[in-house]
Structure formats: structure tokens, C-alpha cells
């Protein structure tokens, strides 16, 4: 007999069939002589609930049936004498495929600390939340390469072991072989790295974006979406050390065109969410974040204010405020600020562009002024900074005494500075972090509780 998902059981359910699901116990109740299963298969948050008549089955079966237990079922579709449900299944058979431990099974009374959910991730999956927060991360994943597909962008995957910088901040993991207890060292004492695996010093990559410009300026338009490393030691609630990226990049796109794109895309996904992941959204709402929906529903129909840099910090240090950060021309924006600009004082969605050259990287377009560049970030509500890219810097003589004034190691970026030599072009592109975009569509306030498995300073399990 071929076993229902539950999600499809209740979507259309044919009342009077022989039906078979199988899942795993959310709570058993009720008395020695009828029993009723909640059951869930994680295809949706709704369970279909099981009716047992307790004297037509083994007795030490019902009670091996406990909260976490896996189970199969087999029984007829028939409608819900009870409230909540529409239909429910009057079990004919059960077969035990998991016993789960009444006493030491951790998910057994409801409301749990986050923490402590944190602490059992290889469990949590089987709470309402998390539940709903990883099919909305599927459906977001999906969406985000459904919208490039449709587009005409090429995915491109870009290597994860790389020997350059590309943020040029110094924040990357090492990748060796060597025997960190005899390390070779050189003449000039510092690490010999030509009998490492690589024959150079290589670190996991901080971003695809320098190897994603070389697709887009042969492939036209590209983009990447991969896993992306810092070691940047932030214990915020929004910073991962490991964290994934979704990094388009577009030649003959100016900076305007990439503020399009980016906030086309961002609606395009905040739309996706609304049209496709509704009942997880509509349990988030009403059990994490009150105005969830209503925040989406704002971001998606009002377009975002775009504004420099330098505006921007006019307004700042004209703010009736007391900062914790100093706020000046030259100084990188705190996420206060940035929240202050979008919660408070434009109250929606902000692009600041045309930065302070000397806070952002090597490869972005200077502009004419000699102190901007073409940079671009995008803050949001609750978030700050959701995305963060430019138009590149195509002029070679440019971009050469750019990465030498910044001391950026030039023979490493060999390759990256040729495409300035053969048909360069203008381009942009920018990247978007993926724990971000969940945290803004799931109403979620830790970044640790939208991937599945966090890697932060000090914590590596599972
Ligand atoms: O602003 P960032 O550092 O930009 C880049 O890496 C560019 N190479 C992107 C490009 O132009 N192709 O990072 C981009 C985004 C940020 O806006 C933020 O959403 C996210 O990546 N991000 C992080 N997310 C979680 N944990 C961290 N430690 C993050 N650092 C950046
Ligand atoms: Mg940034």
C-alpha cells in the first residue's frame, strides 16, 4: 500500500479510504479505551490525528507508543467526530518502527528555550518551529534559483578552497595537510607552505564574487550560491561562521541596475514565501513574531529608499540619539545605525550607496570624487544589512593602484586583473546572505535558528 504524506492526506483527503502514513508522535492521549495519536511526517505543521480503539490492539504496543516514537499506520480516512480537524484516521493497524524513551526523550513538554533547542539541534527539526522555519529555507532555496532560471542566469559554482582574500579583511580559515606539529618554516621565518597540499597557503572561501566576475564577463549573467566562511570572531545574533550566499553578478549592469535587481529579487522571494509557505508563516506569526506578516507584506509593496552614504550620515549625526558608535564621514555604519535609518527614520527598506572607498574593497568602481565608491547596501528591518555589493571597478590601471595602495597580495590575483586586459567591461553584482533573508521572512531573532547546524566562535557540534 503507497504511504500518504500527510500534507497531501489533508489537502484533499477522500473520506472513506484506506489510507497508510507514516511519522513520528507529537503527544498521545486519552484512556484505556480509546487513544488518540497525534502524528506529524514533517511534509506539513498540521498532524493528522489517529484514533485508536485501545481493545483491538496489544496493550504493551500502545504503550511503546510515546511522544517521539516512529510509527506506520494503517486505517480508514473518516471525518473528525472531535474539534481541530476535518478528518483523522481510525487505525486498523500500527507497526512500531522506533520506541522512543518516554524519560529521556527531550522534547517532551512544550515550550522549550531556544537555547536548549539549540543544545538538541539534531532533534529540533521535529518541533512546530523549526519545522516551519527549514521548509520555508527549502522553499526560499528553491525560489532563489527558480528567479535566476527564469531570468536566464547561469549558476555557477565557484570553489570553496581558494588561495585570495576576496574582502581583503583577513577573516579566513585555513586549509592545510601540514602537521600543525612540525611546521615547515623558511629562511625568513614564516611558514613554508610548498610542501602543503596546495603548494601555497589556501583558506575556504569568504565569497564566490571574484571568480562569479570571471563567469559573468564570458557567460553575461551569473550566479552563485554556496557555503561561505568567515572566521571573524562576532558573537551577534546575526553573524555565522559559516553562513551561505547567493552572489549574482552581471556584466553591463551599473550600479542602479544592480539596486534593481536586488530589490526585485528580494520582493520576488518575500512574494514566493507569501504565495508558497503560508501555514508555517501563519504559525510563526502567531507563536514568534506578532508582525511578521504585516512586515512582509510592507517590504513587498513599497519600493526602498535609496540614498549615499553621505546623506545618510547627515541625518545620523543630526538623529536626536546617543550612539554607542561614533557616527562620522569616514566611519563604517554600525547595525544601530543601520536600523535606526530603516526602523525609525525612513520606517522601511534603505540602499545606501557611493561608501567611503576606504571601508570597502579593493575591486569596487571609484567614483570621481576620489573618496566614494560605487557600493551598495541594502538594510532591512530587524536585520540591518541583508545584502552588500557594488559595480566592480573594469579600469585596470585603476583597479592595479587600488590593490597596491591596499597592499592586496597582486601575483595571488593574477587572473583577476587579466580580465581588466582582454574585453573588460563594466559589471556589478552583489551578495546576499542566506541566514539573513530567513531570519527577515521567518520573523525568527537568531541567526542560529535558521540554519540547520551553526557554526559559530566556540561551537562546532554536531
Ligand atoms: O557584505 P559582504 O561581506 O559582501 C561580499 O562578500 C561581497 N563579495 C558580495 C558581492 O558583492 N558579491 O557579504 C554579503 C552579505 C552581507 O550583506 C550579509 O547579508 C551576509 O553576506 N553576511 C553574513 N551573514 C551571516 N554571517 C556573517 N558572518 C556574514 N557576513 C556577511
Ligand atoms: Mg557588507
Not at 511522544?67 to 480537524?85: F, H, I, P, R
Not at 603548494?199 to 557555503?227: D, M, R
Not at 513599497?302 to 540614498?307: D, I
Request: charged share 25%; net charge negative; aromatic share 12%.
Amino acid at each position: 500500500m503507497k504511504r500518504f504524506k500527510i500534507k497531501n492526506l489533508l489537502k484533499s483527503p477522500v473520506v472513506g479510504s484506506e489510507v497508510l502514513v507514516k511519522g513520528w508522535v507529537r503527544t498521545k492521549r486519552g484512556n484505556k479505551n480509546i487513544v488518540f495519536i497525534a502524528l506529524n511526517d514533517g511534509s506539513t505543521i498540521n498532524n493528522i490525528q489517529v484514533v485508536v480503539d485501545a481493545a483491538a490492539f496489544d496493550e504493551n504496543l500502545l504503550k511503546d507508543i510515546t511522544t517521539g516514537a516512529c510509527v506506520a499506520v494503517k486505517g480508514k480516512l473518516v471525518e473528525s467526530q472531535g474539534q481541530g480537524q476535518h478528518v483523522e484516521i481510525n487505525a486498523s493497524e500500527i507497526e512500531l518502527y522506533g520506541k522512543s524513551d518516554a524519560e529521556t526523550y527531550p522534547l517532551q513538554k512544550k515550550g522549550h528555550s531556544m537555547e536548549f533547542l539549540r543544545e538538541n539541534a539534531h532533534l529540533r527539526f521535529r518541533t512546530n518551529t523549526f519545522g516551519a522555519v527549514f521548509r520555508i529555507r527549502h522553499a526560499m532555496a528553491f525560489a532563489i534559483h527558480k528567479y535566476f532560471n527564469d531570468k536566464g542566469f547561469y549558476y555557477l559554482h565557484t570553489p570553496i578552497i581558494t588561495g585570495s582574500d576576496c574582502e581583503g579583511a583577513g577573516e579566513m580559515f585555513h586549509v592545510t595537510t601540514l602537521d600543525l606539529k612540525k611546521i615547515p618554516m623558511n629562511e625568513t621565518g614564516s611558514v613554508d607552505f610548498r610542501t602543503d597540499f596546495y603548494g601555497k597557503e589556501t583558506h575556504l572561501t569568504v565569497s564566490g564574487q571574484l571568480e562569479g566576475e570571471l563567469g559573468a564577463l564570458s557567460l553575461g549573467e551569473i550566479y552563485t550560491f554556496g557555503p561561505t566562511f568567515r572566521a571573524e570572531n562576532s558573537n551577534t545574533p546575526r553573524h555565522l561562521s559559516e553562513f551561505w550566499m547567493i552572489e549574482p553578478e552581471m556584466a553591463f549592469y551599473e550600479l542602479e541596475d544592480n539596486m534593481d535587481l536586488a530589490e526585485e529579487f528580494v520582493k520576488y522571494l518575500i512574494k514566493y514565501a507569501l504565495e508558497n509557505c503560508m501555514e508555517d508563516l501563519e504559525f510563526l506569526n502567531n507563536m514568534i513574531d506578532k508582525g511578521l506578516l504585516e512586515r512582509l507584506n510592507f517590504v513587498l509593496n513599497n519600493s526602498f529608499v535609496r540614498m549615499t552614504y553621505t546623506e545618510a550620515v547627515k541625518i545620523l549625526t543630526t538623529a536626536d540619539r546617543k550612539w554607542e558608535y561614533a557616527v562620522g564621514w569616514g566611519r563604517d555604519l554600525q547595525a544601530e545605525h543601520e536600523r535606526y535609518l530603516v526602523e525609525e527614520h525612513f520606517k522601511r527598506p534603505v540602499i545606501l550607496t557611493d561608501y567611503p572607498r576606504d571601508i570597502k574593497a579593493f575591486y569596487m568602481k571609484q567614483n570621481a570624487d576620489g573618496k566614494t565608491v560605487r557600493a551598495m547596501d541594502v538594510l532591512f528591518p530587524g536585520i540591518g544589512e541583508i545584502i552588500g555589493g557594488s559595480q566592480r571597478e573594469e579600469d585596470y590601471d585603476k583597479l592595479l593602484s587600488r590593490i597596491k595602495e591596499m597592499k592586496m597580495p597582486e601575483k595571488d590575483l593574477w587572473w583577476y586583473i587579466d580580465t581588466r586586459r582582454f574585453g573588460s567591461a563594466p559589471h556589478s553584482g552583489f551578495g546576499l546572505g542566506f541566514e539573513r533573508l530567513i531570519l527577515f521572512v521567518t520573523g525568527m531573532s537568531n541567526i542560529r535558528d535558521v540554519i540547520p547546524f551553526p557554526r559559530t566562535p566556540k561551537n562546532a557540534e554536531f
